[in-house]
C-alpha cells in the first residue's frame, strides 16, 4: 500500500533575494531613456533652460517684486487647490473621512488666501518653506547629474548646481527673518539663472556626442 503523500508546506522559494545585477540593469536602462530623451529634445531643453535665465536675472534685478510674486503665487496655488479639494469632497459625501477633508480644504483654502491677499507678510514664512526646496533640488539634480554622467561631461556643472542649492538653503536659515523679504526673491532668481544654464549645457552636450554617435566610421568602407 503507497504511503499517502505529504503536500509540501515549504511555500515559495525566497532564497533567490535581491538580484543586485538586475537592479543594475534596470538602472542603465532607466539612464539610456534618460540619455536619449536629452538627445532627441535638446533644443526644448535648451529654450527651457533660456527662459529660466531670462526669468532669473529678473528676479535678482528686483528681488524684493520677485519675493512678493513668489509668496502671491504661492498663496493663489493653495486658495484653489483647496477649493478644488473641497468641490471633490462634497461630491462624495459617503467617503470616510468626510468632515475632516472639508476642514483641511477650507483651512487649504482660506491660508491661500490670507498668504495671496498679504504676500510682504507671507514671503517672511516663504524663506523656510523655500529652504526645504533648495535641499530638495540639490539633491534632485544630483540624482538626474549622475543620470547624464556618461553622456555629456559637463554633468560636473549640475553638481555645482546642487552645491549652491545647500548654501542657498544655509543662507536662507541665516537671515531670516530679518532679510526674508528680499533674500527669497534673490536665491529665486540665482537659482533660476544656476538651473537655466546647467540645463543648457547638458542639451549643448547631449547634441554633441549624438552628432558624434552619427558619424560614419571612417575605415568602415575602406577598400581591402
Known amino acids: 500500500m503507497a504511503s499517502p503523500s505529504i503536500p509540501d508546506r515549504s511555500g515559495p522559494d525566497r532564497s533567490q533575494g535581491f538580484d543586485p545585477k538586475k537592479f543594475e540593469a534596470v538602472e542603465k536602462e532607466l539612464e539610456a531613456v534618460v540619455q536619449k530623451g536629452l538627445r532627441e529634445h535638446w533644443k526644448w531643453f535648451t529654450a527651457e533652460g533660456v527662459l529660466l535665465v531670462l526669468l532669473g536675472a529678473a528676479a535678482i534685478a528686483v528681488p524684493v517684486l520677485a519675493s512678493i510674486a513668489v509668496a502671491a503665487f504661492v498663496g493663489w496655488l493653495l486658495f484653489f487647490a483647496g477649493v ?36 510682504v507678510q507671507g514671503s517672511l514664512s516663504l524663506t523656510l518653506v523655500m529652504t526645504a526646496y533648495f535641499i530638495a533640488h540639490g539633491i534632485g539634480t544630483i540624482a538626474f547629474a549622475f543620470s547624464i554622467k556618461p553622456d555629456t561631461g559637463r554633468w560636473i556643472l549640475l553638481l555645482f548646481v546642487a552645491l549652491v542649492d545647500f548654501v542657498i538653503a544655509a543662507l536662507v536659515i541665516a537671515g531670516w527673518p530679518s532679510t526674508g523679504l528680499w533674500v527669497l526673491g534673490l536665491f529665486v532668481g540665482i537659482e533660476l539663472l544656476l538651473t537655466g544654464f546647467g540645463l543648457i549645457f547638458a542639451a549643448l552636450g547631449a547634441r554633441e556626442r549624438g552628432a558624434d554617435e552619427t558619424l560614419p566610421d571612417a575605415g568602415a568602407h575602406r577598400p581591402v
Open 84 to 119: 478644488f479639494s473641497a468641490i471633490s469632497t462634497i461630491r462624495s459625501p459617503r467617503a470616510p473621512g468626510y468632515v475632516w477633508h472639508i476642514l483641511l480644504s477650507a483651512l487649504m483654502a482660506i491660508l491661500g488666501l490670507v498668504l495671496a491677499l498679504f504676500p
